[in-house]
């Protein structure tokens, strides 16, 4: 066998090629489903941290069920629609935003073991260097937070990478996010001259701290028109 | 204004050398001396360029969840991002060479300066690392992908071309015995880290 | 079989501190203990697994696209890592991110394969890989253990530096966290080690 002619090159590297795509492509049908459960389970994990409750990796899609009484998307409007709320890609929807797009917002309402019932809200939007996230959620008047969690892609560790410190987050809790239908909630930077609605941000992060004020401040607006409807209905 | 901002946050802040250790086999081998490390970075500026935005492609059409939509909605939902490492070195590979037979065939004086260069970048970190972080990243266009590349690149080849003139001048000064070579080496390189980290902050 | 295989690539020949391959990818994952275990058994994994197969396939391999072949096998086992990872220990991959991709282009692999598996049994081969791997693992879980100590405070999450420390004014070293300080540890392990093997010192 001439192992430098070309027929058994070519020979040689199409059998190959698909001894290794058919090894690959069985591989990912086979953890396929694990992988996308570790991804949700995480989205739950963080959903349920921003409703105060935090349990171990195995029980989070159990509790999560427990927790959430039902979930939902709204249009700018306010208006229920169509759709998976958990599935719902935050960064579309920050996109559509971003370009004057139609966009939906995920809503989770919430009942905790203690029979307190919470709405949950999702944010997503820039911090310095990639994007964050996060999930909010607010007390039955709808105006105060009841707690949050935060993410981050790539902020800097030890200074942006903060926000998801469970000591900042925690500061959040009891805040006025909302007041007459306008949000007043921001994270400031050095003086905090309102404690009743604002957090003292990140020492050496201002523009992560700033993109986080930010970033709760524009999905709060979105979602005024459906907290709004909320409360005359009751 | 986006385009310049990632422009010079690849090159400073998200620096391939500094904050990543990309690259990092050759930039230590081939630092001894000014003139082989800028053909080295010129080599590496060059393949990032070529390489990134075909990838920036193929993973734009082929290989992200939903990306072969173009094929008709039966294949919108196929996703094909676990062939991406394989598919990413693959083109790295094939361009590497494709670009080393036309530069050795129309272009010998370059050939002469870059070409033994060439097949140390097939398995440099950094060309891999830029199309993995350009997939991680997701940029928005061709664009941002390209000025991403550039912008890498040109920092890889700073790095090393900085790195060979200090290695230049430490010829002359006095490091004890064991630490000579490579261990003062790493020592400047992570001390021109810390230099960088100065960049870290910026936003425009 | 030889003991040189095993034991030159742990100490005397180890691919970080003697032969410089390697580096690119993985000083970025020692800021914790738990991430560079995981990287070190990984790279372990494909090293071996990659100079079996080279080394099976290598009276068969085509001259001209040897190294195209070469990425290939290793991409294959990069690939089955990566899917493994994000399948079972999910917190780790998300951590290591593209730093598992670019084992591919580790350099102590096709090192190995091109100076070694092509040229030898598979099993010496497949042993000749693992001990590389480990001995590139060795570095990494060291840098990791200081970097993590010194910089957290912790090793695998857990806290080790007592409070009461922290009380009486410790700090930790903010700077062993951040990318930098990996090369220079390096640097001094590096420097230890040729204290000791003179005969690896620069003229």
């Known amino acids: 066998m001439n192992r430098n002619s070309n027929t058994y090159t070519i020979v040689y590297s199409t059998i190959l090629v698909v001894i290794v795509a058919a090894v690959l492509a069985f591989v990912s049908v086979k953890l396929g489903p694990t992988q996308q459960a570790n991804i949700d389970n995480e989205k739950k994990a963080a959903l349920l941290a921003a409703v105060g409750v935090n349990v171990e990796d195995s029980q989070v899609s159990k509790t999560f069920d427990q927790v959430v009484n039902d979930a939902f998307l709204v249009d700018e409007a306010g208006n229920k629609v169509e759709g998976d709320a958990f599935k719902t890609d935050l960064k579309t929807q920050y996109d559509n935003m971003r370009l004057g797009k139609p966009f939906v917002l995920p809503v989770y309402e919430c009942t905790l073991a203690n029979g307190t019932q919470v709405v949950l809200l999702s944010a997503y939007g820039a911090g310095l260097w990639g994007p964050?996230?996060?999930?909010i959620s607010l007390e039955k008047d709808l105006e105060t937070i009841h707690g949050v969690s935060f993410a981050h892609q790539g902020e800097t560790p030890g200074l942006g990478a903060e926000i998801v410190n469970p000591k900042f987050m925690a500061k959040f809790a009891g805040k006025k996010a909302i007041k007459d239908g306008a949000c007043v909630f921001s994270v400031v930077k050095g003086e905090v001259k309102d404690e009743s609605c604002q957090v003292d941000g990140i020492t050496g992060a201002?523009?992560?701290?700033?993109?986080?004020?930010?970033?709760?401040?524009?999905?709060?607006?979105?979602?005024?028109?459906?907290?709004?409807?909320?409360?005359?209905e009751e | 204004m986006e385009y310049l901002s990632i422009f010079v946050k690849s090159i400073f802040v998200d620096n391939m050398i500094f904050a990543f250790f990309l690259g990092m086999?050759?930039?230590?081998?081939?630092?001894?001396?000014?003139?082989?490390?800028a053909g080295l970075g010129l080599a590496v500026v060059f393949v990032i360029l070529v390489t990134l935005p075909i990838n920036y492609l193929l993973n734009e059409y082929l290989l992200k969840p939903g990306a072969l939509s173009w094929l008709g909605e039966g294949y919108a939902d196929l996703d094909l991002s676990f062939l991406s490492f394989i598919i990413f070195i693959a083109v790295i590979a094939a361009i590497v060479q494709i670009v080393e037979m036309v530069v050795e065939k129309f272009s010998p004086s370059l050939y002469n300066s870059l070409g033994i260069?060439?097949?140390?970048?097939?398995?440099?970190?950094?060309?891999?690392?830029?199309?993995?972080?350009?997939?991680?990243?997701?940029y928005a266009n061709l664009g941002e992908a390209t000025m991403f590349a550039l912008g890498s690149g040109i920092g890889w080849f700073l790095a090393i071309v900085a790195l060979a003139a200090i290695r230049e001048k430490l010829a002359y000064s006095k490091v004890p015995a064991a630490l000579k070579g490579l261990g003062i080496t790493f020592i400047v390189v992570g001390l021109m880290g810390i230099a960088f980290m100065a960049f870290s902050g910026i936003k425009i | 079989m030889d003991s040189e295989i095993w034991k030159k690539p742990l100490f005397k020949g180890n691919p970080v501190t003697v032969l410089v391959l390697g580096i690119c990818s993985a000083l970025a994952v020692?800021?914790?203990?738990?991430?560079?275990?995981?990287?070190?058994?990984?790279?372990?994994?494909?090293?071996?697994?990659?100079?079996?197969?080279?080394?099976?396939?290598?009276?068969?391999?085509?001259?001209r696209i040897r190294i195209i072949v070469q990425l290939v096998i290793v991409a294959l086992f990069v690939i089955l890592v990566d899917q493994i990872l994000k399948a079972y220990v999910y917190s780790v991959s998300k951590m290591l991110s593209v730093y598992v991709g670019l084992i591919i282009t580790n350099c102590i692999i096709m090192g190995r394969i091109e100076a070694y598996a092509l040229g030898n049994k598979p099993l010496d081969s497949f042993v000749d890989g693992l001990f590389n791997?480990?001995?590139?693992?060795?570095?990494?879980?060291?840098?990791?253990?200081?970097r993590e100590l010194l910089g957290s405070g912790t090793l695998f999450g857990w806290?080790?530096?007592?409070?009461?420390?922290?009380?009486?004014?410790?700090l930790n070293n903010g700077l062993m966290i951040m990318p930098p300080m990996a090369l220079i540890l390096i640097g001094c392990i590096i420097w230890i080690q040729r204290s000791i093997q003179k005969d690896l010192q620069d003229k």
Do not use: H
């Open chain 1, 132 to 135: 964050i996230w996060g999930y």
């Open chain 1, 206 to 232: 201002t523009l992560t701290s700033r993109g986080l004020s930010d970033m709760i401040g524009s999905w709060f607006e979105k979602y005024i028109p459906y907290l709004n409807k909320c409360k005359v």
């Open chain 2, 25 to 37: 086999c050759s930039y230590l081998a081939v630092s001894k001396n000014v003139k082989t490390a």
């Open chain 2, 117 to 138: 260069f060439l097949p140390l970048i097939a398995v440099n970190c950094a060309v891999m690392g830029a199309s993995l972080f350009m997939q991680q990243r997701d």
């Open chain 3, 30 to 63: 020692t800021v914790q203990l738990k991430g560079a275990c995981i990287m070190a058994l990984s790279v372990m994994v494909v090293t071996a697994f990659s100079s079996l197969f080279a080394s099976l396939l290598r009276n068969t391999i085509p001259n």
């Open chain 3, 133 to 146: 791997g480990m001995g590139y693992g060795l570095v990494l879980v060291t840098l990791a253990f200081f």
């Open chain 3, 159 to 170: 806290q080790i530096i007592p409070e009461s420390w922290y009380a009486a004014g410790y």
